[in-house]
């Protein structure tokens, strides 16, 4: 199997890249559980926040099991105090949240300050620290700044291959091309290889993490506590991991788990960006998109959509195959362990059935599966924040001694072999969690392919039929598909979508994203954030009973838009597999000769007469801003017109670095 994509060390373009930097951390056993150490310290200049005030930790938990495991976390204060306690995890599996802190959802992003190389942060307008406390995890173990043992290796930029021991760089690789660090293992024994086992991990972070700072628990009462918002695998990853902190929190309750040892996570609210949750329900939708979306992109031809669409019905085909899978792991491994060989063996050929025949025929388009609008390769969002993550000054930040990688090959590895993707049902999870009072919000970005809005809504229909045996939310099963579509209303002008919400659950289509729904429409995506876990209307902002609480409006959402125009691309040189064209790596393969005419600048390749493919030292739209840092919008009227929506918000240019690599993989994984 090939690495391609986005396992990509992002340092200077020297050969030795070793951390060479004092941790300073402070740390401590837990309080509840001696097993579980926390090693932690405050990331003094590492990212610029609204308010000097913002509390900050970056740390490491240490937590019990069969091989090392240390997990990190960044936790960022609230703007303004707030007692709620947001946790975010990016996907893959194996991609690092730093992608979301960077691009995303956290309180600051990088951009240039100087030609050479030089980087700084700067408050993110809409960063979601604006209305929680925020923790943001890298997990499972070995992804990004989470390590087992440290361990010094290589990494080609141009092929994304890493490894150990350290060594020169091939003839063919300019030196620049090829960097030496310190990665975890990347042994695929030693990390989680199941959502489930992944849960395990999670929750005693947790516990080790709340039992240093309990400050930062929310209370277990009232409307307001822990909020659990997940992207992309984060379809799998939140609805398995809230159901194991509900299961244990009712274990404490019932006395087979210890209340002295243990501390109670209150769940008030679950997110899911894009999320794919389940291709028993979602898979049917993958040539549903690639030839009926809303943007009138027909991107394969009739026929090939029609195979595909046929496959996951076919006898044998990825639906049958599915169902098996599901009853080996019952019959099994009912603990979702991942240890049962031949179990493992009937998912992953479930996982690459779906994968093969219904969803990658879309990719003979050439489009980009996170944004349809695209072509390929992608750039965006920009990489620059590769480069400052493995500068010198933020590695001493944070105390990492570790390079930073932003998907992790052996994760990937670990949850295939397994066939994680097609083991559980997640609805019923889901299902527990909604009967059990918990708001779940779905949201999704109508220009993604690869978790569409299209199988999203279906997830949410399917939940809301659920229900209908529960006495307490068989409500949900009539009263949430008969909820009207209602406008997002974002500010005064914009309306950034339409959302669906009967009481707890709401179903949000974001007008004009793809996947990675914060870093196409950032105050779109933090006003729909805010008002889930503040338990108001997600359309507009107001005050509302749940109990009695629908949306009115269209029984579909039906409005169509005109795809934007096809934006300039920047090949990064920490992301070459991902944002550069052939063209441009022949380019980068020259560096140094006398048939070079490109040098590489901030992290961008720049042509001889010193202009960039795409300006280097563009930075993000969001850094300069005239709006305050603080605050949610309440809407009292309705925009007039959803003109706005394209007159307003700039051309997306297309999705970056951890997307590409988690398709690149799968088409190369089963190739191999």
């Known amino acids: 199997m090939k690495l391609l994509g986005h396992v990509l060390l ?11 930097v004092s941790p300073n951390l402070t740390t401590i056993a837990s309080p509840l559980d001696p097993n579980i150490t926390i090693s932690y310290k405050v990331p003094s200049g590492a990212c610029t926040t609204a308010f000097e005030t913002q509390q900050q930790y970056t740390g490491w938990v240490t937590v019990p099991g069969d091989y090392p495991t240390n997990l990190f976390f960044w936790f960022v204060g609230a703007r303004e105090p707030s007692s709620t306690l947001t946790i975010w995890l990016n996907g893959g599996p194996g991609s690092s949240s730093m992608f979301g802190f960077f691009t995303e959802t956290g309180p600051c992003e990088v951009v240039d300050s100087g030609p050479n190389d030089k980087y700084k942060t700067v408050a993110r307008e809409w960063g979601w620290d604006r209305a929680s406390n925020m923790l943001f995890i890298d997990q499972p173990n070995q992804v990004g700044f989470s390590f087992d043992t440290p361990t010094n290796g290589s990494l080609n930029l141009v092929t994304g291959e890493i490894s150990s021991p350290p060594r020169g760089p091939p003839k063919s690789t300019p030196a620049e091309l090829f960097l030496n660090g310190t990665f975890s293992s990347m042994n695929s024994s030693r990390t989680a290889n199941t959502t489930e086992t992944a849960a395990t991990a999670i929750y005693h972070m947790l516990q080790g993490f709340l039992g240093v700072f309990p400050q930062l628990n929310p209370p277990d009462n009232g409307s307001l506590g822990v909020n659990l918002f997940a992207e992309s695998y984060g379809g799998k990853y939140g609805p398995a991991f809230a159901a194991r902190w509900e299961d244990m929190n009712t274990a404490r309750v019932n006395g087979t788990a210890p209340n002295a040892t243990t501390v109670d996570i209150h769940l008030t609210s679950l997110g899911i960006v894009n999320g794919c949750v389940d291709d028993l329900i979602q898979a049917p939708y993958y040539p549903a998109m690639a030839v009926d979306n809303t943007y009138g992109l027909v991107a394969i031809n009739s026929v090939r959509a029609q195979a595909a669409n046929a496959s996951f019905y076919v006898r044998g085909g990825c639906r049958d195959l599915i169902q098996q899978c599901r009853a080996a792991v019952q019959a099994d491994d009912p603990g979702n362990s991942g240890a049962m060989p031949l179990v493992n063996s009937v998912c992953s050929r479930a996982y690459k059935s779906c994968t093969n025949n219904v969803m990658l025929p ?8 996170y944004d ?6 992608d750039a965006f969002p920009p990489s620059r924040y590769l480069s400052y993550l493995n500068s010198h000054s933020f590695q001493e930040a944070i105390g990492t001694t570790l390079n930073y990688t932003e998907s992790n090959l052996a994760v990937q590895e670990a949850f295939a072999s397994t066939g994680d993707y097609e083991r559980q049902a997640l609805v019923p999870k889901l299902a527990a969690l909604l009967d059990a009072g918990v708001r779940i919000g779905l949201i999704y970005g109508d220009r993604d392919y690869i978790c569409n809005w299209l199988g999203g809504q279906a997830i949410s229909l399917n939940l809301a039929s659920s229900l209908s045996s529960s006495p307490s939310s068989s409500r949900y099963s009539s009263g949430f598909p008969n909820a009207g579509y209602a406008p997002i209303i974002v500010n005064d002008t914009y309306i950034g979508g339409v959302v669906r919400q009967f009481g707890n659950l709401s179903f949000s289509r974001i007008y004009q994203a793809g996947h990675s729904v914060p870093a196409y429409q950032p105050e779109t995506a933090f006003q729909v954030f805010a008002r889930i876990i ?67 600048m901030n992290g961008a390749l720049v042509t001889g007469s010193g202009a960039s493919m795409v300006p280097g030292t563009t930075t993000a739209s969001t850094a300069t801003t005239t709006v305050p840092l603080t605050g949610l919008f309440t809407a009292t009227a309705t925009p007039s017109s959803m003109a706005a929506v394209l007159d307003t918000k700039p051309p997306s240019l297309a999705m970056g670095i951890w997307a590409w690599f988690c398709v690149s993989w799968i088409i190369e994984a089963w190739s191999a």
């Open 362 to 369: 879309y990719t003979d388009a050439g489009r980009s599966v």
């Open 372 to 377: 349809i609008s695209a072509p390929l390769p």
């Open 10 to 20: 992002a340092a200077a373009g020297v050969l030795a890249q070793f951390p060479n």
């Open 534 to 600: 503040m338990g108001t209307s997600v359309s507009n902002g107001q005050a509302v009973d749940l109990a009695s609480y629908n949306t009115t409006g269209a029984a579909n959402a039906t409005e169509t838009f005109a795809l934007p125009a096809t934006p300039t691309q920047t090949c990064w040189v920490r992301n070459i597999p991902g944002s550069c064209s052939e063209d441009q790596k022949d380019m980068l393969l020259d560096l140094g000769t006398d048939e070079s005419n490109v040098a590489i």
